[in-house]
């Protein structure tokens, strides 16, 4: 069986931080780390989200979160054979 860790890019203060857990992951054996992207987060909606019984997105709208591609731009730098993937890159938002 294979695990991955996510999302590293999630509520984190520093690169140190992300490169760390993405190390950390690797010497215990993972086998990828993964990101994902939403940097925009409503505060109000109507529609009621579907996947919790209040209805309502869980978390901080305010949580930081680092780009996907810088985030495993670093990780790779820094780490030699953890498997590095993307769960959520919205490329509408990249410029070309």
């Given at each position: 069986?294979?695990?991955?860790?996510?999302?590293?890019?999630?509520?984190?203060?520093?690169?140190d931080q992300m490169v760390g857990m993405?190390?950390?992951?690797?010497?215990?054996?993972?086998?990828?780390?993964?990101?994902?992207?939403?940097?925009?987060?409503?505060?109000?909606y109507q529609s009621r989200y579907p996947?919790?019984?209040?209805?309502?997105?869980g978390g901080d709208p305010d949580v930081?979160?680092?780009?996907?591609?810088?985030?495993?731009?670093?990780?790779?730098?820094?780490?030699?054979?953890?498997?590095?993937?993307?769960?959520?890159?919205?490329?509408?938002?990249?410029?070309?």
């Open positions: 069986m294979k695990y991955g860790l996510i999302p590293i890019n999630l509520g984190v203060s520093s690169v993405a190390k950390k992951a690797e010497s215990l054996g993972y086998e990828s780390v993964w990101t994902f992207e939403h940097v925009i987060v409503p505060l109000d996947y919790s019984a209040s209805g309502k997105m930081n979160f680092v780009d996907p591609l810088i985030a495993l731009s670093f990780v790779a730098a820094s780490t030699r054979t953890i498997r590095l993937g993307t769960g959520v890159n919205i490329l509408s938002q990249a410029n070309p």
